[in-house]
């Protein structure tokens, strides 16, 4: 199939999802969207582990143990042993059991709930080989916290076992659709949990974590044309960041929070732009008659990825934050948009068309090896995990628009399946909470 030209893409993409702006809702509001995670893969190399469930977990009203088992085997580098109920931190181990379940870990705990109504839970790590004792943690938490613990006992887990600092106890931001409503929701890394920050009839797309987590950046359309908002989601205030004439998008924070590059058609066509938080200092970085769009900044801030059509298809360029030439960074295949960069700086992902199949692909931008990770066909928006270990995209599936996490071999997927609303314009957190 021929692929469309880049501007009928986007514009079809836009129509596509119809995403929002509009009326502004606390984070107070209860969560409309509830996800299940469903697992699949077999990874080259896993540490299996036994999480039974806590005693009186019930009394927590949440599955603990569930919760933290789901985040290990969805991050790829565990697999869950299974384990019935009955350890927990307070009692020893016999550790013939679990080396005859072939278990290299444990961890067990238990939940209590305090006179005061907060839960209090513990837990406890053993190396099952070893027979020793890795240490473990309380949380002394309000009920409406307990998934928030859960995820940062899994965290505990991942980096005491890998070495590695964890990811369950980040943010997501993500838009839904359900009816004729939209909604900006701001959810855990497991997509549980979604609040609302903003619900509207209207589009919104392109969300952006500030470095800090504290701020979001978007595109709203509720005043009929494209607008970049800043908003504070401790508070729920917002303000206008750029609305200047003709098509304001695709906003992306600098490392150090203080600039953000979008694309405006201020000066007709669309293209690359640099301003300050404030809102002031804005300055052009390309100057060509193509649609140079997508930035996004190394992890240096020295550098910024983008997608052009200059060449005369879609392809992802870099060029110096500081002005100069761009170069051509994709070359696998003639569509390639969304591009975003790991953590580290090593890894670009983004998403290829292959005749009418749009597919997420990492490329080790050291060797340019370029490995296609999705078995799904319409694949948008990657966006890295801040420990650079997983990808989120949005993609369709069973009728659906859902979100998929992988790992960047593409070994272990999880779907998080909206059973209420399709889900689309994912974006990872940085670390903090």
Known sequence: MRAQPFSQFFAS???????????????????????RVEISGVGGSQ??????????????GQPVAAIIRADLERSGQFRIIDAAPGPHEGIAPVWSEWRSRQADALAAGSAMRLADGRVDLRFKLWDAVKGQDLGGEAHAVAPDDVRLAAHRIADTIYQKLTGERGIFATRMAYVTKAGSRYALRIADADGE?????????????????????????????ESRKAVVWLQDLSTGRRRVLADFRGSNSAPAFSPDGQQLALTLSRDGGSQLFMIRRDGSGLRRLTQTQAIDTEPVFAPDGQTLYFVSDRGGSPQIYRMPVAGGSADRVSFSGSYNISPVISPDGRT???????????????????????RVISDTSDDESPSFAPNGRLLVYATRSGGRDV????????????RLVSTQADVREPTWSPFGR
């Open 403 to 414: 979100l998929m996490t992988s790992t960047l071999d593409g070994r272990i997927k999880a």
């Open 193 to 221: 949990g979604g609040q609302v920050a903003l619900s509207s009839p209207e589009p919104i797309i392109s969300p952006a974590w500030a470095p800090d987590g504290r701020e979001l950046a978007y595109v709203s359309f």
């Open 47 to 60: 540490l299996p582990i036994a999480i039974p469930d806590f005693r009186d977990e019930v009394r927590a």
């Open 13 to 35: 993409r836009l129509n596509r999802r119809a995403w929002l702006g509009g009326s502004l809702s606390t984070l107070a509001l209860p969560a409309l969207a509830q996800f």
């Open 348 to 370: 670009l992902a983004y998403v290829n068309r292959s005749g009418s199949a749009f597919k997420v692909c990492v490329m080790d931008l050291g060797s340019g090896a370029v």
